[in-house]
Every structure is written in structure tokens, then in C-alpha cells.
């Protein structure tokens, strides 16, 4: 019998991509499947939390019982989680969003005249560190994708978006990161301390993410 340890929490999760058009039939993306954000949602459900899912494209169906929101670029999905932030306890950052968005998107198809194209992008908003901002007694997680110096980067990122943990995964390696259906993280916490995991499932990492989640909740008081 699953434990309905989660019950009484709102859990705010967010996964899969962002497409940024360049125009009608183009986009700047990343290999984000979804999969890693939606076990956790379809976890923490089991778990007794109501869930809500911010979803960039993928090819998931929406979990059972958790409502969810489909958007495409960063923008969307800056708004769709603020909007949902009232009412989260915790939020679950696993969305791979896309760092930058076309200046321009051409309203028509783009032309295959010029030998070589351009495009010029601008920094999308950083989602995670403007909640970091406002997450008041909301307890924060957020993800750190890597390729190289693993813990120095996520403890970095930890600091600077205020998060209470941050899962680091270095998607260089196989069996980790984008698409597959396993992962291997470093749990890292405010404190310093540090938990390495082996490599799992993505399951089993969405529950032991909620195990930890779980914790920090009941000793938060
Ligand atoms: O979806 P899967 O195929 O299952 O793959 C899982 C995963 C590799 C996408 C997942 O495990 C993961 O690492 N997600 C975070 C990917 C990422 O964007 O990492 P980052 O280091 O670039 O960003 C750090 C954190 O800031 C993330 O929580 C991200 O959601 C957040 N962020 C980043 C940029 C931005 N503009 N806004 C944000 O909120």
C-alpha cells in the first residue's frame, strides 16, 4: 500500500522542454522527454499530494487525478507556474527551460535564399530564481543538468536561486539525464551536505526525491 505521506501538500511540478519559435515551422528546444517531472507528479499523487503539472511539449499523457497545464515557450511557462504558485506548499522544478528565445519570430516561414542565417536570441526569465525570490515557507527543488564540474555548478545554482534542494545530474553520462528512462543524481542540500545516487529509474528517483521532500516538509514544522 503506497503511504499517503504527501497528503495535506500541494505539489507545483513542472517538466518536460520549452520551444522558443523562430517562426510558423521552427523552434529552439532541448531533448527533454518529460519524463523525469511526470514521475514525480504521477508519484507524489499516489502519495496523497494534489498536483499540479506545468508541462512543456512532450508526447506523456497527463497523469491520473493531477491537473495539468500544457504550455510551449518559457514565457507560457513562467506564467502558468506563477499562477499556480498561491496554492503550491512545494514546487518541483525538472523542466528543461530553454535559456534563450529568438529577439524575432518571422511571422512567415523563413526563406532559404542566404548561404548562412543568423539568429539572434535574448535571455529568457529564470523561472526558479525569481521563485526563489518569493517562495516564502514553500519548500523549493529545483534540477541541475551538467555537463562538466557537477557539484560546484549545482551548489552554485543551489545559492543563487535560493533553492532547499537541488538534484544535480550530469546528463553527459549514460544512463542519466534526457529521454531515458533511468537517471543518476547527487542530492544536494542548504546545509552543505551532499547524497549521492546510484543509477535508477526514473520511478524510483521521483520517490526517493519525494522521500527527501517528505522529510524537509515534517521537520520544517
Ligand atoms: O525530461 P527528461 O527527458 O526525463 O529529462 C530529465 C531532465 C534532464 C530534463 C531533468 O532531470 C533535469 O535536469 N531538469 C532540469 C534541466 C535544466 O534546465 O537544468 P538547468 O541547470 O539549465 O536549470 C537549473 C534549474 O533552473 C532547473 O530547475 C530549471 O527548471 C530552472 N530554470 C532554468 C532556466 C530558466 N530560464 N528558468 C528556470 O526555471
Redesign the pocket.
Known sequence: LTPKDLAGEHLLV???PTQEEIDPVRFVSN???????YAIARAARRRGAEVTLVSGPTCLDAPWGVETVRVAS?VEMRAAVMAALPAATVVI?????A?YRPVVRATGKIKKNADSLVIELEK?????AELGGIKGERLLV?????TADLLENARK?LVA?NVDMMVA?D?SLEGA???GDT?IARLLYRDGTSEELPLMT?NEMAALILDRVAELRKKAG
Open positions: 513542472t517538466a518536460g531533448h527533454s522527454s518529460g519524463k523525469m517531472g518559457a522544478k525538472a523542466a528543461a527551460v535559456d529568457n526569465p529564470d523561472i526558479l529545483g534540477f541541475a543538468a551538467e545554482k536561486k545530474n546528463v539525464g534526457f529521454h537517471n526514473k
